[in-house]
T-cell receptor, first 112, second 114 residues
């Protein structure tokens, strides 16, 4: 699986967009980008995933660069409840078990 | 749906004792995963099952750890004997199938071995 690089921490004002970057320069053509988050004292929660097209759901948007070497998770209107560790994971999504490898992630702190 | 249910929520035991952690996956999910989280090592996959069969246990740290899934609605992770370095949060997760994009995690069991 490709390795990912994320900033260790970020701050965001409540109500503003939170843009969380992820670098995955060694990504292969059949590897997806997943984002999960972990709120303190809870299990990780799936947010979104994508292959090469931008994706949007009720939680967030995922922007993947054309060369697929980096991506950005966007929380359009961050709230205090979005304070969490955000994990960017690259993984082949086919057979072999979805053995997600979690790195250290980005600690996002949303403040008033 | 109640989600993935883990018990107990907290477990405190003494070194050398047997510890059993329990997990009930989401109904209809065919894959189950056990993860361990520590400050030093982050989230690590220990083992996963597909259709109740262990598929990959390469993450199980040593023979003191064992996991079973006797049926589709129940799994256990046992540590015997327990050691202080086993102290961690243990998460169970399930997914519809082994390649599914979404893993649904339980709330975890906080294990402290004294």
């Amino acid at each position: 699986d490709a390795k990912t690089t994320q900033p260790p921490s970020m701050d965001c004002a409540e109500g503003r967009a939170a843009n969380l970057p992820c670098n995955h320069s060694t990504i292969s053509g059949n590897e997806y980008v997943y984002w999960y988050r972990q709120i303190h004292s809870q299990g990780p929660q799936y947010i979104i995933h994508g292959l090469k097209n931008n994706e949007t759901n009720e939680m967030a948007s995922l922007i993947i660069t054309e060369d697929r070497k980096s991506s950005t998770l966007i929380l359009p209107h961050a709230t205090l409840r979005d304070t969490a560790v955000y994990y960017c994971i690259v993984r082949v999504s086919a057979g072999g078990g979805n053995k997600l490898t979690f790195g250290t992630g980005t600690q996002l702190k949303v403040e008033l | 749906d109640a989600g993935v249910i883990q018990s107990p929520r907290h477990e405190v035991t003494e070194m050398g004792q047997e510890v059993t952690l329990r997990c009930k996956p989401i109904s209809g999910h065919n894959s189950l995963f056990w993860y361990r989280q520590t400050m030093m090592r982050g989230l690590e996959l220990l083992i996963y099952f597909n259709n109740n069969v262990p598929i990959d246990d390469s993450g199980m740290p040593e023979d003191r750890f064992s996991a079973k899934m006797p049926n589709a609605s129940f799994s256990t992770l046992k540590i015997q004997p327990s050691e202080p370095r086993d102290s961690a949060v243990y998460f169970c997760a399930s997914s519809l199938w082994e390649g599914s994009e979404k893993l649904f995690f339980g709330s975890g069991t906080q294990l402290s071995v004294l």
